[in-house]
């Protein structure tokens, strides 16, 4: 009788887990089904796991994750050392990684194929006009150097305060989840390894929690926290949680928050600008950042490169890229560039003019 018991329960889970990966496939194969996901589903799943993880003042999803690691491979050395059917080891082990597959997707992965950003919000995609481009260049260098304000800490309360209220007039707009109160950034676990591979922030998927870098830049706190709140609020695109980022970030009454969403999107200006305008044009356009900002800008390269891994960083460029690309972002880590097409095309729309224009030059 015992044994039939097992058997049933055993019959049952694996059913539970067929449901799931067949749910999750059937997600995965419609844009459609992917935004129904994210607006009617994702919130509900997400408030709950948010509000669990919030208990706790480290990050739950770090634990697990690295709790998980380590488990499988005691797991596997145990079932070694007792000579255990390599069958029935390797066979838990991969039924343990589907469970996790399910729950990663199930928990926020699903929101990497909601409706791409021009779908979704209405917004006609802008083809590369060279001029087009001249003129968003000079118009974002010159909020730029205004936006320019010098400071060594930031007021971590503040830019909670700035982000969320920044995030609840936006929400709606582009189909995001309004932030709940009781979100706040946790510090990641193992600090010096993310450091080292360049890693700011990241979200914990499996208790919709998000990371932060220790050893961020006070002028980096707002835009990474900005970044990272956006991937709980329901967005997987590293472009478009760059944009929103910068939107919230520059429309914030906050000097420092303002200035911090300008500097973020620098680097992915200055890449554009390297690969679309000619040498002169880029060296001529160079002249116009002002020195506090490239001076600015210089002094980050080096304090994160001083703090840099080549080897396990190329690793996890590599690895990263090729889990882009597996959900459903074409460009990998080319996606975070993006921003700037994102935004141009944003710009263009009426609505995005009269929102912006004007809060970065306050």
């Not at 481009?133 to 260098?141: M, N, P, Q, V």
């Not at 998927?205 to 870098?213: A, H, K, T």
């Not at 200035?259 to 890449?271: A, R, T, W």
């Amino acid at each position: 009788m015992r044994r039939t018991e097992w058997i049933r329960k055993i019959r049952i889970r694996w059913m539970v887990l067929i449901v799931g990966l067949v749910s999750v496939w059937c997600v995965q194969a419609s844009p459609l089904a992917g935004e129904w996901y994210s607006r009617s589903v994702y919130p509900y799943i997400s408030a709950v796991l948010s509000r669990f993880s919030s208990l706790f003042p480290f990050s739950v999803g770090d634990c697990f994750i690295y709790g998980s690691i380590i488990g499988l491979i005691a797991f596997f050395v145990y079932a070694l050392l007792k000579r255990r059917s390599w069958k029935i080891t390797v066979g838990r082990i991969i039924e343990y990684l589907l469970w996790v597959y399910v729950w990663f997707y199930l928990a926020w992965g699903l929101n990497y194929f909601r409706e791409d950003f021009y779908n979704r919000n209405r917004i006609q995609y802008k083809p590369y006009v060279a001029e087009d481009f001249k003129s968003f260049l000079s118009a974002y260098t010159d909020s730029l150097n205004a936006s320019y304000i010098p400071f060594e800490i930031i007021d971590t309360a503040k830019v909670a305060t700035e982000v969320k209220k920044g995030y609840r007039q936006i929400a709606s707009r582009f189909g995001l989840n309004m932030p709940a109160g009781y979100l706040y950034p946790k510090t990641m676990l193992i600090t010096p390894l993310m450091s080292g591979v360049g890693v700011m922030g990241y979200i914990g998927p499996f208790f919709n929690e998000f990371n932060l870098n220790g050893e961020l830049l006070p002028v980096q706190s707002p835009s990474v926290y900005a970044h990272e709140m956006a991937h709980v609020l329901g967005v997987s695109s590293e472009a478009e949680a760059n944009l929103y980022s910068y939107l919230v970030c520059t429309a914030s009454s906050a000097p420092e928050i303002r200035f911090s969403g300008y500097f973020s999107l620098f680097p992915y200006v200055l890449g554009n600008a390297y690969q679309l305008l000619t040498e002169e044009e880029f060296n001529q356009w160079v002249e116009t950042v002002s020195p506090e900002v490239k001076s600015l800008y210089k002094q980050k390269a080096a304090y994160w490169q001083s703090r840099y891994s080549p080897l396990i960083g190329d690793i996890q460029d590599a690895v990263y890229n090729w889990f882009l690309k597996g959900n459903n972002i074409p460009s990998g880590r080319g996606n975070y560039s993006e921003v700037v097409a994102l935004l141009m095309a944003y710009l263009s729309d009426t609505a995005g003019q009269v929102s912006i224009a004007g809060k970065g030059n306050e």
